[in-house]
């Protein structure tokens, strides 16, 4: 008798037995209390060769409107922003328009009530500048100073527009569509904290900068001399100009949690410090990158517009043509500007709402909460409430009282 099938199997039998333990043979058995032999790898696979991808690994992250709900890489992030104001054009670009309409005819007013400054500075003699000096430095002090009102101007306007943006965006991250009006009413509440949070934003940004430079010129300068003070005033320019940036980075998702989170200007602020925290240059990065990207966009369609002033103002010789032509300069430059910034203003506001969701998936998980959210939708669950959703307190049971709770 041996080991192995017989060779006439009885009736009934499968002609090929298995073979017998610890015989060879490419579909052999393993003995017992011995590993089986691993399957030969797929052809074209070498030994230090990848194997393909794992069919029962785990599954991708759902994807139910805009964004993949995990944690943003820059090109889901881009990517979003663009879905987003495809999936709602009037509520997008419709706001964008009304904000950067009213800021960029702010903006021409205020270059207008200093337009003396740039025309007194643009036909001076040399007989002017050798008898009044001080005829240049009011011009040029003047034409500085408006400079520096439309930046704030645009600064806070931007911050309100980010955050009346970022009602839309939270919704669509779900597929959800807004209207205008619906936008307005869920932020029509959050305006004021908006607007104080842009302004404090600007003092803080801008004054890092200018305190010093004021109290270097009145004050230190005559003690120091020009050389001394001269230097000093460089170094205070590079150091707030460090300082500008940190503080801008790190309150830049404060008017996300405004709207969002329903917080007070001082909470939002600490907020935004707490979600940039262990990933700073990252936010800075991706900051730096969009309002290079804006910027481009605003440039090539507000270009036209300003070579077309400059044409039309090149021809002028008398002075009454100067001053007609820089005043069509500015209107063309105006429209180039809110054409440029419907635009791309949106873009930049999505991007930052969604920087903020990415903050807080990676900082809090969050991820698990909008996927919990996104499973019970799929299964025909009620839908939460974005004021409940977005709260940071909603994945460990939290649910402010509200009209939807029984």
Do not use: C
Not at 183 to 194: K, N, V
Request: hydrophobic share 50%; charged share 10%; no cysteine.
């Amino acid at each position: 008798m041996t080991d192995g099938p017989p060779e006439n199997p009885p009736p009934g039998w499968a002609a090929q037995q298995p073979p017998a333990y610890g015989a060879p043979g490419p579909g052999s058995w393993a003995a017992p209390g011995q590993q089986p032999p691993f399957p030969p790898p797929p052809p074209g696979y070498g030994p230090h060769q990848q194997m393909p991808y794992n069919p029962y690994g785990a599954p991708p992250a759902p994807k139910p409107g805009i964004i993949p709900l995990r944690p943003l890489t820059l090109g889901d992030m881009y990517n979003g922003a663009v879905a987003a104001i495809r999936a709602n054009p009037k509520a997008t670009l419709g706001l964008a328009a009304v904000v950067v309409t009213v800021t960029q005819l702010v903006a021409f007013a205020i270059q207008a009530a200093t337009a003396d400054a740039m025309l007194n500075l643009l036909t001076l003699d040399e007989s002017t500048v050798t008898n009044d000096p001080d005829a240049i430095l009011g011009s040029l002090a003047g034409l500085l100073g408006g400079a520096m009102l439309t930046l704030i101007v645009s600064v806070i306007s931007m911050v309100v527009l980010t955050g009346i943006l970022t009602s839309v965006v939270g919704r669509s991250v779900f597929g959800e569509s807004i209207s205008i009006g619906q936008a307005w009413r869920q932020t029509a509440g959050r305006i004021f904290p908006l607007l104080g949070l842009g302004l404090l934003q600007t003092l803080m940004v801008f004054g890092i900068i200018l305190v010093p430079m004021l109290l270097i010129s009145v004050v230190l300068g005559p003690l120091l001399g020009t050389g001394a003070a001269v230097l000093l005033s460089f170094l205070v320019i590079i150091g707030g100009v460090i300082g500008a940036v940190f503080l801008y980075t790190k309150m830049s998702l404060a008017g996300a949690a405004i709207v969002l989170e329903r917080i007070g200007v001082f909470t939002a602020i600490g907020r935004s410090f707490r979600l940039v925290r262990g990933d700073f240059w990252r936010v800075f990065g991706i900051l730096l990158l969009t309002a290079i990207v804006a910027g481009l966009v605003q440039g090539a369609i507000g270009a036209p517009f300003q070579i077309a002033g400059t044409i039309i103002g090149g021809d002028a010789e008398t002075l009454q043509e100067v001053t007609s032509g820089f005043y069509l300069s500015m209107a063309l430059a105006t429209v180039g500007a809110i054409i440029g910034g419907v635009l791309a203003s949106p873009f930049s506001a999505a991007v930052n709402t969604l920087l903020y969701a990415d903050r807080r998936m990676r900082a809090e998980a969050f991820d698990l909460v909008l996927q919990t959210e996104a499973l019970g939708r799929q299964r025909g669950g009620m839908p939460t409430g974005p004021q409940d959703l977005w709260h940071p307190s909603y994945g460990s049971g939290y649910r402010p009282p509200g009209p939807w709770q029984p």
